[in-house]
């Protein structure tokens, strides 16, 4: 080997060596950092990509953080939660609720005139009588009493005062149906607000998708609502949100019949039309609402209310395990 030759190879390794050390020393082995943990009586799912540990780990950590404040605001299982005290109180006259409350029950009750009345948060003057896990259900004389108290029109929000108020006796609410969705866009939100590009949050049923997987799509699989540990579907999704309501999640039998924690507001009893319903589109907050609207309705008026939306797609699993789809559906299993 010449000197010339030597000292361009070595200076050939010394360029290798000082790249070598810059990839190191500013840390761009990017990678994925993920978390699963119970919350809100549910899985809770998160993953990011980062190419700086000290911040994917706090990313992940700060959305964790925030599910916890969620549930803390909006659980009903928790006396001392703000909605556990509007309960109490809104019948009585107007009782304070925060920006958040609020928004969230205004957004509810647009789904709820979406739907009909499908989605209706006030189902829980009724839904409060069952106890999935303790096999307890209401006879048809509490449903009867209960029933009356069921209607979203009930529920009064006053932004300039900054309350709610419920329109008589008996009414409450649970946001079951719309707060693990609303959770699941806050984590994605802080994501964002870390800097991930990359990056998926589920609660439950209820997933949104930041990005792609490192191009290629998420797939996100729609589980068979009979058979544990199968799929009905695979759905390879960027940038989307993705809920799943199904009859076993929640849910016990007696004498033939399946009671589940998803009720039909006008007769007080467990949704009977499907085993499942997943919507997909841009906002996990309405997605989780939607689901739980259309397993409520069923195939033709749950399908109808989907393919009536821009951007919202819906597939469906009936009593028989027959999967129907809404009109769009197939731009999401386009080819990548
Ligand atoms: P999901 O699993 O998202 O479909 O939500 C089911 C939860 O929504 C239940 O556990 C209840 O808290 C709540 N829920 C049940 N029935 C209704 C309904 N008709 N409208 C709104 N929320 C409901
Ligand atoms: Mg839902």
Known sequence: MSELNALRSRRHWSVLAACCMLLFSTGVQAEWFETEKAIMGTAIGVQAWHDDKQVGEKAVAAV???????????????????????????ALGPAAASDELRMLIRKAEYISELTGGAFDITYASVGFLYDFRQRVRPDAAAISDALPSVNFRFVMV????????????????DLGGIAKGYAVERGIAILREHGVLHGLVSAGGDTRVLGDRLGRPWRVGIRDPRQDGKMVALLPLKDEAI???????????AEGVRYHHIINPGTGKS???????????PDATLTDALSTSVFV??????????????????????NDGRLHFSHGFSRLAAPE
């Open 64 to 90: 964790i953080e925030e599910m916890h404040r969620i549930d803390r605001l909006m659980s009903t299982y928790k006396p001392a939660s703000e909605i556990s005290r509007v309960n109490d109180t809104a």
């Open 271 to 281: 949704a009977a039309l499907l085993r499942s319903a997943t919507v997909v589109g």
């Open 297 to 318: 309705l069923g195939v033709e008026e749950g399908l109808g209310v989907i393919n009536g939306l821009d951007n919202f797609e819906a597939v469906l699993v009936d």
């Open 243 to 253: 809920s799943t309501s199904g009859d076993y999640e929640r849910f016990f039998e």
């Open 158 to 173: 006053d932004d300039l005062a900054g309350t709610v108020s419920f329109a008589r006796e008996g009414v409450r609410i």
